[in-house]
């Protein structure tokens, strides 16, 4: 079906094409989904274009990803970001998105999307993302604003990879100077504990008790270092903790 579905885009039978189509977690058919709903449309129907919520929704959930797309939704994107229907907001989504996932080429090519007087502060980001201790100096990032906080806690996470001591005092040093909400800072101060497990650093466990939530990947982070340091208190607490699934596992079958 998918071979027929391409030939049918590269004749430009859109109509055939949504005749055809069935549902599908395929991102390339998803994409030539979405032109053919586009270019189905005449040029004077596109002009006029009027778009329902489902299928904004449709088009968000392709847009708003931190991996490169599938050139078939180019076109796509380019009609919806001319008609406004690509916000500015949505841009710096994906932007924050392609960060996380690592994909920084991806993120410096939305640049022309952004409006020019916001452009200075995604090239920070990008230095930020190569230099986190430089990037945070940047006078760009003084004032306290949701994409900046993005961006302080962007760096944070980023030098916690390389030093503890250096994220944590940063941190320590940073985090009053932003209204970080609950969520935020526990993001970053858990990204930071989680790097000191990963990496057996002596704090580990300290700023792992001190995080005010778990999830599962803290819960099993608390256990194994515990272990790790051989505070068999904290083990039996922590192990305690374990939702009862996640004590059924194997690993934890001694206990």
Not at 96 to 102: I, Q, S, V
Not at 104 to 131: I, M
Not at 167 to 174: A, I, L
Request: glycine share 2%.
């Amino acid at each position: 079906r998918n071979m027929w579905l391409k030939r049918l885009a590269q004749q430009e039978r859109w109509l055939d094409f949504l005749n055809s189509y069935r549902n599908t977690t395929d991102l390339t058919m998803r994409c030539l989904n979405s032109r053919a709903r586009l270019f189905n449309n005449n040029d004077n129907a596109k002009s006029n274009f009027s778009a329902t919520q489902e299928w904004k929704q449709y088009l968000q959930d392709l847009w708003l990803s931190g991996k490169r797309q599938p050139d078939e939704c180019e076109d796509t994107f380019d009609f919806w970001y001319d008609k406004g229907m690509i916000s500015n907001n949505d841009v710096w989504q994906r932007i924050n998105l392609a960060f996380e996932a690592g994909n920084v080429t991806l993120a410096e090519e939305l640049n022309f999307k952004l409006p020019s007087n916001e452009r200075g502060l995604l090239k920070v980001w990008v230095a930020t993302h190569k230099d986190p201790y430089r990037g945070l100096q940047d006078s760009l990032l003084r004032s306290d604003t949701e994409r900046n906080r993005l961006i302080v806690g962007y760096a944070i996470k980023r030098l916690a990879r390389t030093n503890i001591n250096s994220s944590t005092k940063q941190w320590n040093t940073v985090k009053n100077d932003y209204s970080f909400t609950p969520n935020e800072q526990w993001s970053i101060e858990r990204a930071i504990a989680l790097r000191a497990a990963s990496n057996r650093d002596p704090e580990a466990l300290e700023l792992l008790s001190q995080l005010s939530f778990s999830d599962a990947e803290v819960r099993r982070a608390r256990v194994r270092t515990a272990l790790w340091v051989e505070d068999w208190e904290a083990v039996l607490r922590f192990f305690r903790d374990l939702k009862p699934w996640e004590r059924n596992a194997p690993r934890w079958r001694y206990w």
